[in-house]
């Protein structure tokens, strides 16, 4: 079974409007990060968001905040007020357990579309 | 924040030669760093745990002599693909554990485009 499952290939949004990136996530480990990564066309992976398993509030950062659902094991991405540059790769990860040397692991992927 | 670093950026081999990819922590110590391989518009598959002083940990399906992982300092991991293919063309991209934010987060490196012709 797929540990992180993004159901959405492709979404297309228009400038300023806010658009949801789903994620569910499946693990039985109590203890888990999920990560948010945008990914241009560079290829360079930019980290935009945190939700650790045990936070109670909802992670926000500037435009992204993360709607996470632990009962439902979601963790979606809202971004507020698209722009021309949000349009990239955008994956969802999780690391299991909390010691640092463990790897993350990948859904595979949204590529977001903004249009002007 | 920590930065990782990848050379070669891109790199253009024949077929049957062997390409070296570095992966460095620039302002942290790494004692374990993660490759990553991404075929384009895909997820990025981990393929092997680089531990510095010991073997890597490969990923089932890797094969461990193609994909020669060395972590030969605490800021210092190479990846060598021997006799590259062109099925071997793809994404190549490390990452390394550090702290940031109070969790602990993944820095990636720019990653490395690898074409085999």
């Known amino acids: 079974a797929q540990k992180i499952t993004q159901t959405q290939p492709g979404m297309f949004v228009q400038e300023k409007e806010a658009v949801t990136l789903d994620c569910t996530y499946d693990?039985?480990?109590?203890?888990?990060?999920l990560f948010w990564y945008k990914q241009p066309s560079s290829g360079e992976m930019i980290f935009l968001i945190y939700?650790?398993?045990?936070?109670?509030q909802n992670a926000t950062e500037g435009r992204y905040s993360l709607n996470f659902q632990k009962a439902r094991k979601s963790a979606n991405l809202v971004i507020s007020a698209s722009q021309l540059g949000d349009s990239a790769m955008y994956f969802c990860?999780?690391?299991?357990?909390?010691?640092?040397?463990?790897?993350?692991?990948f859904g595979k992927g949204t590529t977001l579309s903004v249009s002007s | 924040g920590a930065v990782v670093s990848q050379h070669p950026s891109r790199v253009i081999c024949k077929s049957g030669t062997s390409v070296k990819i570095e992966c460095r922590s620039l302002?942290?110590?790494?004692?374990?760093m993660f490759w990553y391989r991404q075929f384009p518009k895909q997820s990025l598959m981990l393929m092997a745990t680089?531990?510095?002083?010991?073997?890597?940990?490969?990923e089932q399906g890797v094969e461990k002599d193609k994909f020669l992982i060395n972590h030969a300092s605490l800021t210092l991991s190479t990846l060598t693909v021997t006799s590259a293919h062109p099925e071997d063309s793809s994404f190549y991209i490390c990452?390394?554990?550090?702290?940031?934010?109070?969790?602990?987060?993944?820095?990636f490196g720019p990653g490395t485009r690898l074409t085999v012709l």
């Open positions: 990452s390394a554990p550090g702290i940031a934010g109070g969790y602990n987060e993944q820095f």
């Open positions: 693990t039985s480990d109590p203890s888990y990060g």
């Open positions: 939700q650790g398993s045990y936070d109670q």
């Open positions: 990860a999780m690391r299991e357990g909390h010691q640092a040397g463990t790897a993350l692991i």
């Open positions: 302002d942290f110590q790494a004692t374990t």
């Open positions: 680089s531990n510095e002083g010991s073997k890597a940990t490969y």
